[in-house]
């Protein structure tokens, strides 16, 4: 067998008493092969590959510390031989092959620090940081499933909410041509709205509600403003659904909530910015102050679309 082979078994516990531990100085081994259990994992090296690098290794054979040994001439380590072979192959060949999943990453890390082996620490925390670059979510959109779990996301967080309510089920009516279309469109706008102002606005899915597209818009804990984006639309012979993109309504309203993040003072250039109309004439400090108010109490309103809903034949 090559002495940079390692041989790994698992040990079945012996029946019996413990076999009876020896200590002596690994200086006595020279350059021979040495026999490791680690944990119960078995393994064949040389004192030549332990004492390459300065480690933790190279001051138990090197005669700088004791081993212990049992009976069978086996020398003890008193850790979990999973990633031991790992290790090895680092210290023959100054690398190695990292594990694919951050789990191992972090327990082979966790090896290297207790053997004192920097290099291949350095090696692991490389790895996990560009994991970390690699798969962190740019920003999280949680899915509504149930009024409660609504409630409470609504309720805990600080900063404005924007949800989106879409269901293309739910349509007792047969759709007009563009409303796939349409609704499409509101989603793509949704996953735009939700990557500008990440970080700001917290924004949440909910495919569990009554209507067929909606947008709510929170601020503080409160609804201030909904943009429903369904109408029924009569046809020759039958209602339809209509589904629409007010894209323009949409975007002021989401910069209409950046008006309630904390901390919780309006914002008066976006107050001017969101303004639906602004006054030609000139007023004095005391009319603009109210215009101000006035024009944060509108916003507070809420919005709906509205429908026609005769019966056909009127």
């Not at 700001?200 to 709510?216: A, H, M, N, T, Y």
Request: proline share 4%; charged share 30%; aromatic share 8%.
């Amino acid at each position: 067998m090559s002495g940079d082979t390692c041989l790994t078994t698992t040990l079945c516990p012996a029946a019996g008493p413990k076999p009876k531990m020896c200590s002596f100085k690994g200086g006595s081994l020279g350059n021979k092969y040495v026999r490791l259990n680690v944990g119960g994992s078995l393994y064949y090296t040389t004192v030549q590959v332990l004492t390459r690098h300065d480690t933790m290794l190279k001051a138990m054979f090197s005669g700088r510390m004791e081993v212990l040994t049992d009976k069978e001439g086996w020398i003890l380590i008193d850790r979990c031989g999973k990633h031991f072979g790992t290790i090895l192959n680092y210290l023959r060949d100054d690398t190695i092959a990292l594990p694919k999943h951050r789990q191992e990453i972090k327990e082979l890390m966790a090896e290297a620090k207790y053997y004192l082996i920097q290099g291949l620490v350095d090696m692991c925390q490389a790895a996990l940081q560009d994991k970390k670059d690699l798969y962190e979510p740019v920003c999280s959109i949680p899915i509504i499933t149930s009024p409660k779990e609504e409630e409470r996301l609504i309720e805990s967080s600080m900063k404005p909410v924007v949800k989106l309510l879409y269901n293309r089920s739910n349509n007792k009516y047969s759709y007009t041509s563009n409303s796939d279309d349409n609704l499409l469109k509101n989603i793509e706008l949704f996953d735009k709205l939700s990557l500008r102002f990440n970080g700001r606005v917290l924004f949440i899915k909910d495919v569990i509600g009554d209507e067929i597209c909606c947008w709510s818009f929170y601020g503080q804990g409160r609804k201030l403003a909904e943009v429903c984006c369904t109408s029924i639309v009569y046809a020759t012979e039958k209602k339809q659904t209509k589904v629409e993109f007010p894209e323009a309504r949409i975007y002021e309203e989401t910069l209409n909530v950046l008006l309630y993040e904390t901390p919780r003072v309006p914002d008066n250039s976006l107050l001017e910015a969101t303004s639906r109309s602004r006054s030609q004439a000139s007023h004095s400090e005391d009319d603009e102050g109210f215009e101000l108010r006035d024009r944060v109490r509108r916003i507070h309103v809420k919005r709906y679309s509205t429908y026609d809903d005769r019966q056909l034949g009127h």
